[in-house]
């Protein structure tokens, strides 16, 4: 069965949003949507008398709901607690699906190999850097299975040696809901040109997602090999990555319009009024629809 493994912070959900800074969160969601959104939204854990909040990501909850639809099973993977991913996890699976949540597993921190040894390094350690792997052979799949399993996940240092073809990636740091809101709720300028895009990258995942399953179905090939071919071949990035004198390893774009406009008419099937929050920044994008900040993937000359 295709399979879907997502990471969580930074993924789905921000992570560790303290007291003081939920506030504004509180007041745009209940402008937008209502009291009853940040029911749906907002996730509080008491940890030994210390609230954490975690927000689910615009589109989140629907990008779940996508998936299920699509007959794609859903796993998560998250270098966090057993404790917190457990109820992480079963909250905003009963936000997607009710009473009917459909079969999921978990796989936390004691399910990462962290690389110890120079023998670790050679059988761990592929394209991407990184001390800690979350391997899918052998943890989430077996062999046989591994072809259609992909790893949703921010960080590409977490895909291991000859793996790195699993990793679906929008590498943006988890931070967004602590700055945007309150800056547009006092009508501060940015603090850099792709502010308030990262809070939007659910609507990418369901995009690019959808066309990695579109041209498996069409070509009749595995999900890897059609995550590289979306991700990598079609942008005329060469896969594996390398790096080049300068030092630049190119990566999958993640920040162009394309695959943000398409996801977001797919899960606005589950949520007709799910949009961007304060529209589409002119920062973000040029007429092309291209990423304004971009970094050639070009080899330098």
Same mark, same amino acid.
């Given at each position: 069965?295709?399979?879907?493994v997502?990471d969580? %912070?930074?993924? #789905?959900?921000t @992570?560790?949003v303290?007291?003081?800074?939920?506030?504004p969160?509180?007041?745009v969601?209940?402008?937008?949507?209502?009291?009853?959104?940040?029911?749906?939204?907002v996730?509080?854990?008491?940890?030994?008398?210390?609230p954490?909040?975690?927000?689910?990501?615009?589109?989140?909850?629907?990008?779940?709901?996508?998936?299920?639809?699509?007959?794609?099973?859903?796993?998560?993977?998250s270098?966090?607690t057993?404790?917190?991913?457990?109820?992480f996890?079963?909250?905003?699976m009963?936000?997607a699906?009710g009473?009917?949540?459909?079969? &999921?597993?978990?796989?936390?921190?004691?399910?990462?190999?962290?690389l110890?040894? @120079?023998? %670790?390094e050679?059988?761990?350690?592929?394209? &991407?850097a990184?001390? &800690?792997?979350?391997?899918l052979?052998?943890?989430?799949?077996?062999?046989?299975d #591994? @072809?259609?399993?992909?790893?949703?996940d921010?960080?590409?240092?977490?895909?291991?040696k000859?793996?790195?073809?699993?990793?679906?990636?929008a590498?943006?740091?988890?931070?967004?809901?602590?700055t &945007?809101f309150a800056?547009?709720?006092?009508?501060e300028?940015?603090?850099?040109? #792709?502010e308030g895009?990262?809070?939007?990258?659910?609507f990418?995942?369901?995009?690019v997602? %959808?066309q990695?399953?579109?041209?498996?179905?069409?070509?009749?090939?595995?999900l890897? %090999?059609?995550?590289?071919?979306v991700?990598y071949?079609?942008?005329?990035?060469?896969? @594996?990555?390398?790096?080049?004198?300068?030092g630049h390893?190119?990566?999958?774009?993640?920040k162009?319009?394309?695959?943000?406009?398409?996801?977001?008419?797919?899960?606005?099937r589950?949520?007709?009024e799910?949009?961007?929050?304060?529209?589409i920044?002119?920062t973000w994008?040029d007429?092309?629809?291209?990423?304004?900040?971009?970094?050639s993937n070009?080899?330098?000359?």
């Open positions: 069965m295709r399979r879907f997502f969580l %912070d930074a993924t #789905l959900e @992570p560790f303290m007291h003081w800074q939920i506030a969160i509180y007041k969601i209940r402008e937008r949507y209502g009291e009853d959104e940040i029911d749906r939204l996730y509080l854990w008491d940890r030994g008398g210390v954490y909040y975690f927000v689910a990501y615009p589109g989140a909850i629907e990008l779940l709901q996508w998936v299920h639809s699509q007959n794609v099973a859903i796993d998560f993977f270098s966090a057993v404790e917190r991913n457990e109820w996890c079963r909250e905003m009963r936000t699906f009473e009917t949540v459909p079969s &999921y597993r978990i796989f936390s921190a004691g399910h990462l190999k962290k110890e040894t @120079p023998e %670790d050679a059988f761990y350690l592929g394209c &991407y990184g001390k &800690y792997k979350k391997r052979q052998g943890v989430v799949v077996e062999e046989a #591994l @072809p259609d399993c992909l790893l949703i921010n960080e590409n240092n977490y895909a291991a000859g793996e790195e073809g699993h990793l679906v990636h590498g943006f740091h988890g931070t967004e809901f602590k &945007y800056r547009k709720e006092e009508n300028p940015y603090g850099a040109m #792709l895009l990262e809070l939007h990258h659910c990418y995942l369901a995009g997602l %959808d990695i399953l579109k041209r498996a179905d069409e070509k009749q090939i595995s890897r %090999d059609a995550a590289v071919e991700q071949l079609d942008e005329d990035i060469a896969f @594996p990555p390398v790096m080049d004198a300068s390893q190119p990566t999958a774009h993640y162009d319009a394309k695959y943000y406009l398409s996801g977001l008419k797919l899960l606005q589950f949520k007709p799910l949009g961007f929050w304060y529209g920044e002119p994008w007429e092309q629809g291209i990423c304004v900040d971009r970094v070009k080899p330098a000359t």
